[in-house]
Structures are given as C-alpha cells and as structure tokens.
C-alpha cells in the first residue's frame, strides 16, 4: 500500500460518508469506518462504502466472550474487511477465536489501549503502572494469540514494533503538528506514527471536519 493514510469517517450519513470518500480518495489508502457510521448504516452501508474502491477497515473494536466475536466475525465475513478490530482486553481466548473466524485476507487487530486515555485513566480502572506498559503488554498478548497486529498511539509504536517486527501497527490519534487535539489524549503526528513504525495511520477529524477536506489530505501527505 503505497498511501498509508485511513481516512476515519465517523459520521452516521451514508451520503455524507459518500461524498466525503469521493473527496479524498485520490488523497487516502483505504477508509476507516467505525461504531458510528455502522451503527447507522449496517452492513449494507459498509457495501455501498466498498464501491469507492478502496481497502475497508471495519472498526468494530469487538469485545465480549470467544463464542460471540467468533460468530459475529463469521456474520461480518460477506464484507470482506481488509482490517478489523477487536479489543486485546477481550483476551487471548478471544482473539485466537476472532482470529480463526476471520477471512484469510482480513487482518484482525487488537486494540491495545484507546489513545482517547492516559496514566491517569488507567490509574482510574484499576490497572497500576504506566499506559506505555500495558500497551506493550497487551501486545505481547496479541503476538501470542496468532492476531496480525495491533492498535496503539505513536508514543508506543515504535516499542510495540521492536517487540514484534512481523506485526501489523495501526495508529490512530495523530494530530497535524498544528491540529487540534480534541478528545485524543496520546498523540503525534502523521509523519512520527510512520517514522516510528506504524504499518497504517488513521485520520479523522483533521479532514472530515476540515474546510476543505481534499486540500487537508493533500496537506498530511506532504509531511510524510
Ligand atoms: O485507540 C483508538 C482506536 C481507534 N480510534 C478511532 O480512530 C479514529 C480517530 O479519529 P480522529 O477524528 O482522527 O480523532 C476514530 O474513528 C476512533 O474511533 C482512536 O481514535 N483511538
């Protein structure tokens, strides 16, 4: 993949989801679409998006006992996601199941710790220690339980990487050196996600909330 930008349109519109795809695509690598836009628009909305011709990364974050994200995995199969995610909290038993449930061609990955949080929101679930440990924690769990990758901000990146040079990075919460932060709490920029070792970055609102959403994709890819 030559352009390693997923561009994330949360936004329950399918037609808006459209004619935000139709913008950028020519700018982007694949789209990303999560709760938000499937909650809204099922399945068949993840087919209408597919027509833009461009890898679908399904960001379903998957969490609940094997038996039910093995069974919803198989009834997503029809779509043929090219990255799916699941939760490493779920489990090793979990996502050895997400995973053996999963096409052959869809890689599934495990979201280590949302980049939405940070020491201190851990602090407050419960878990001691800092959010750069549980993070390579939880991927060294991912490794073990067959999962081709994981998601985590580009503060961990580059460690998760070292302790697992076959795996699949994905990183969301990147901000434009001047963007603004919003709810993500563990940022960096595009271009330090990918010189740090990220396989994929993934940018929402900089474009999607943007003036002029093809002009700040164009503006992203030129840092990197
Ligand atoms: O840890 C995570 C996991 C997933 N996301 C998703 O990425 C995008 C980020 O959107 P921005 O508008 O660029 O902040 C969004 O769809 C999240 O659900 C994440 O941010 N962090």
Known sequence: MSNRIFVALDTPDLQRAKTMAARVRNHVGGLKLGLEFFAANGA???????????????????????????KAIQALSGLAPAILTVHASGGQAMMEDAKAAAPAATKVVAVTMLTSLDDNDLAATGVQGRAHDHVLRLTELAMRSGVDGIVCS????????????????????????????GDQKRVVTPRQALDRGASVVVVGRPITQAQDPDAAARAIVATL
């Open 44 to 70: 068949h909305g993840v087919r209408e998006m597919s027509h833009v011709g461009l890898p679908i990364f399904l960001d379903l974050k998957l969490h609940d006992i094997p038996n039910t994200v093995a």
């Open 154 to 181: 580009g503060e961990e990146v580059e460690a998760a990487h070292r302790c697992w040079p076959a795996g699949f990075f994905v990183v969301p919460g990147v901000r434009p050196a001047d963007g603004v932060t």
